[in-house]
């Protein structure tokens, strides 16, 4: 089949991995098999330069190398020893092949011809039967009268010769079309099948397998292949990736389905007359052809099948390309001008998943104020139904981590507001860097200020603090079931409290300097505006709860030491102003006993009316008055132990109290009394 192109020969199903072709390399042929094809075309790199080296062949090269884009063309005369004639005419060529003239008185040459059998029937001047060593008188012989192998030149042998005789079957192929082994031992003519992340161009002549999916970058401009010699050609261009094709067959070589046996390679032929699934023809470093199919190389499965071959990419296509050196563990980046080269990074994933980051001044970029919330970059755990936590530690050592966000772009010229967890305390901070700006704290809830802490460290709930208030409670009060708390202490007092415990306490202190404070309040009730339409029945400055009756002694209000009280609108009690002397109910028509509930008041004593003193009722102190509001006397009887009238020294068991006189009882203790006024 020397003398049949690829492109005339006939179509067969995919090629596998291990099928086997031939190539010329260096004037050598060799052989290949499909996933060596796949593995040197899937790979990635950059073609820099592009030569031909017609080697030993006796071919020439010219236009090489190509750097960029260019034409090297093939010339010379292909010798006898890589399958050509060394010559440039006939003659010559007949004379180095030793091939004989076949016309003329003058033909000469030797046809090396073995028939075997024995010598018989002679026809048309020529023995028919019988066995011959190279007879040199035969000239002309009918190819069904030979049987065995034919050895020597077979340059005039015609026709198609059969798989079983060593041939191919074929005398036609269309563009890409291989001879594969098929599963009835012989061949069939077909293209490669490609298979995943795989791509497969038949060209004339050519075929060119690409990896589709990430099989790395290169960039090849433009290498174009040209000439003939004998029949030999040299075509193919090659813009991107791919190969230069090496292709023809030397001419006057026939081959007849007559001739018998298996045709050597040495003569154009295969040596082989069966073959398996995916089984291709692959040259070998003897210059012959080895049967063998296609061998799967790193990321490629070969399936061979019928008369076809299918190559599919089970990685990533091949190896990629990137600078040198790079950074162990480094994430790889795609360059932005090919979109293929790999380039190094400064973030690095270490085996455990750690990433690292080197560099100063990095900036993490993602969209963090989408108007859709649901859009925006976010953190969120891999646990299913399990709550976030972000966290930042120190490392090694060290005792602190901070999160710090700025209010602008340069960090050396903002605000910032940290949160600090420290070794000895944890802070919330406003500062800022360079030319920022102080800025207050705000406190939001429901988009409400609710706290605002000042530069100044002046604190305002529920409002700004004015300048001169360190601590400013305001805004709306809250209210349930009707009442409204400004603020309220309240908590459990420890029983390790032993000496005193203080719901409120005010300590202010003046500066070492030389001034003069008008006044000096703890505490101050001031009036507010009352808004249009509102109504307070009763304000009080100071209010002691008539519940406050838990201790020994209680106090609503308790003045130590020397301290005094003032009371500019007066002082009251349950009985109304302390310096008058109120009225105790109404008056007393009939037989009243005195009642701790009297002290401090005037009984007022009418028609038919009397008043008794108790014994053990009233307290060291206690003072009431009786006035008798009637045209006679009335009668005072003394329950108590003791009573004196005052200036004598006589207990008295009754006293009478003139008309329209006034008594004032003073109970030194709950058994004695001295009464004082118009009693006798």
């Known amino acids: 089949m020397a003398d049949t192109k690829i492109s005339a020969l006939p179509s067969g199903a995919p090629a596998q991995a291990t099928d086997e072709t031939v190539i010329a390399r260096s004037g050598t042929n060799v052989k290949l098999t499909v996933a060596d094809l796949a593995s040197y075309i899937g790979g990635g790199g950059t073609v820099t330069s592009v030569n031909v080296s017609g080697g030993a062949t006796g071919l020439t090269t010219s236009g090489g190398p190509v750097t ?29 092949l030793n091939v004989p003239s076949r016309t003329g008185a003058g033909a000469t040459g030797t046809w090396n011809i073995d028939i075997l ?29 030979i049987t065995g192998n034919i050895s020597g030149n077979a340059a005039n042998v015609t026709g198609v010769v059969a798989v079983a005789n060593g041939g191919t079957a074929q005398t036609s192929y269309t563009n890409g079309q291989l001879l594969i082994g098929n599963a009835s031992g012989g061949l069939t003519k077909a293209t490669l099948t490609a298979g995943t992340n795989v791509t497969i161009t038949n060209g004339d002549g050519t075929i060119t397998i690409d990896a589709a999916g990430g099989g790395g970058g290169g960039t090849v401009t433009s290498v174009s292949g040209t000439g003939t010699v004998n029949g030999i050609t040299l075509t193919g261009t090659v813009t991107t990736s791919g190969s230069l094709t090496l292709g023809g067959a030397l001419t006057g070589v026939d081959l007849t389905s007559q001739v018998t046996g298996t045709l050597p390679e ?57 600078p040198a050196p790079a950074t162990d563990n480094a994430l790889a980046r795609f360059d932005g001008t090919t979109g293929k080269l790999i380039q190094n990074s400064t973030w690095t994933i270490d085996d455990s998943g750690s990433v690292t980051v080197t560099g100063t001044g990095l900036r993490f970029y993602a969209d963090f104020n989408n108007a ?59 500062g800022k860097n360079g030319t920022g700006t102080y800025l207050p704290l705000l406190f939001k809830t429901n988009n409400i200020l609710q706290m605002r802490l000042n530069v100044d460290g002046n604190l305002g709930l529920g409002q700004t603090a ?73 304000q009080y400055g100071f209010l002691a709860d008539s519940g406050l009756t838990g201790a020994g002694t209680n106090w609503g209000f308790y003045g130590a030491g020397t301290t005094k009280a003032y009371f500019g609108g007066g002082v009251e009690d349950a009985s109304g102003k ?24 005037f ?58 006189g006034v008594a004032t009882i003073l109970f030194i203790s709950g058994t004695v009394c001295v009464v004082n006024g118009n009693v006798s």
């Open 68 to 96: 960029s884009s260019g034409t090297i063309t093939l010339s010379g005369t292909l010798n006898v020893a890589n399958g050509g004639t060394g010559a440039t005419s006939a003659v010559d060529a007949q004379a180095n």
């Open 117 to 145: 059998g024995s010598a018989g029937t002679v026809t048309n001047g020529v023995y028919t039967t019988g066995t011959y060593a190279n007879p040199a008188w035969i000239t002309s012989l009918a190819g069904s009268k």
């Open 266 to 322: 040495a003569n154009g032929g295969t040596g082989e007359t069966t073959y398996t699934n995916g089984q291709i023809l692959i040259g070998n470093a003897a210059n012959g052809l080895t049967k063998a199919t296609i061998t799967a190389g790193s990321g490629i499965s070969v399936t061979n099948g019928d008369g076809s071959i299918t190559i599919a990419a089970t990685g990533g296509g091949g190896d990629v390309v990137g």
């Open 372 to 430: 859709t919330a649901a859009n925006r970059f976010c953190f969120q755990t891999t646990g299913t139904n399990a709550s976030t936590g972000v966290f930042a530690i120190p490392s090694g050592s060290g005792t602190g981590a901070t999160w710090r966000a700025f209010n602008g772009s340069d960090p050396d010229n903002a605000g910032y507001i940290d949160i600090l967890a420290g070794s000895t305390a944890h802070e919330i901070r406003a």
């Open 466 to 538: 004015d300048a001169n208030v360190k601590l400013h409670l305001g805004g709306t009060l809250p209210v349930d079931s009707g009442t409204s708390v400004h603020q309220s202490a309240s908590g459990t007092i420890a029983s390790t409290a032993t000496t005193s415990a203080t719901g409120y306490q005010s300590i202010l202190n003046t500066e070492a300097a030389s001034f003069t404070l008008p006044y000096y309040a703890h505490f101050t009730a001031k009036q507010g505006t009352l808004g249009a339409g509102s109504t307070v029945t009763t």
């Open 578 to 601: 302390i310096r008058a002397v109120p009225q105790s109910g109404s008056a007393k028509t009939g037989s009243y006993s005195l009642a701790t509930t009297d002290v401090g008041l």
């Open 603 to 660: 009984i007022e004593v009418g028609s038919g009316g009397s008043i008794t003193i108790p014994d053990a009722t009233f307290s060291t102190g206690d003072v009431v008055s009786i006035f008798n509001n009637t045209s006679g006397n009335v009668t005072i009887t003394c329950s108590i132990t003791t009573a004196y009238i005052a200036g004598t020294d006589t207990d008295k068991a009754t006293m009478t109290l003139a008309t329209r």
